[in-house]
């Protein structure tokens, strides 16, 4: 079965610094997307950053970028450059060939001015 | 275009009542997806739609259930409600497309609370 994993509830950056954020997924499917979705405080979800298993260039958006390391089922974003508004829930989030979604538990980041 | 909307905003109920969300698509999506979001915990999958019909449901028992409509507007029900169930429920819509195309479309949700 597929699960996701968010290992971190809770991370604190200072504004203008970088931060990682960690997931890790199961499967054993072969190709596969992987999403990074960000919830702000009493906002609606939205996508941040989208990844395709097949390709091995790590997606970029802007200030956030992920780091896929498909052997090691490891799937963490990076944000650069923290901004307050960058203060979220943050889901990893998996889909899987029958187009059913999987979310981690969610990390909370915090941006310190 | 607008988003997806969710109606209502909060539902405040006894023990044992019936609850109905609403949910309306983003405008030439075919799914929809409902999850429940218990406070400071992620998102548990709950049903998917898709064209009219139920394509999956997540680990809940069949007390939660709910349906499609022709224009993909989506309603959920939970019956029997018991104090767990409080929550933020959301919905999200999706286009056809593999896998890779069906990004969610997330709506504000719909915050029951069962007292």
């Known amino acids: 079965a597929q699960t996701v994993t968010q290992s971190q509830p809770e991370m604190s950056v200072q504004e203008a610094e970088t931060v990682t954020l960690s997931c890790t997924y199961d499967t054993s499917e072969s190709d596969y997307y992987l999403f990074w979705y960000k919830q702000p405080p009493s906002r609606q979800m939205i996508l941040v950053i989208r990844q395709e298993a097949y390709k091995q260039q790590n997606a970029t958006e802007n200030r956030f970028s992920v780091n896929f390391q498909k052997a090691a089922k490891s799937f963490s974003l990076k944000i650069s450059d923290s901004q307050l508004g960058d203060a979220a829930m943050y889901f990893c989030?998996?889909?899987?060939?029958?187009?059913?979604?999987?979310f981690g538990s969610g990390t909370k980041l915090n941006v310190k001015p | 275009e607008a988003g997806v909307t969710q109606s209502p905003t909060h539902l405040i109920k006894t023990r044992g009542q019936q609850a109905t969300l609403r949910c309306s698509p983003i405008?030439?999506?075919?799914?929809v997806y409902w999850y429940q979001q218990a406070l400071g915990l992620g998102l548990q999958f709950l049903l998917w739609y898709d064209e009219g019909e139920e394509r999956n449901r997540g680990n809940f028992p069949p007390r939660f259930s709910g349906r499609q409509f022709p224009n993909y507007s989506s309603e959920l029900n939970v019956n029997a409600l018991e104090l767990e169930d409080s929550a933020l429920y959301l919905c999200?819509?999706?286009?056809?497309?593999?896998?890779?195309?069906?990004?969610?479309?997330f709506g504000p949700g719909t915050r029951l609370t069962v007292t």
């Open positions: 405008s030439g999506h075919t799914s």
């Open positions: 999200a819509s999706s286009s056809r497309g593999g896998q890779g195309e069906r990004e969610q479309y």
């Open positions: 989030a998996y889909i899987d060939n029958f187009n059913k979604f999987y």
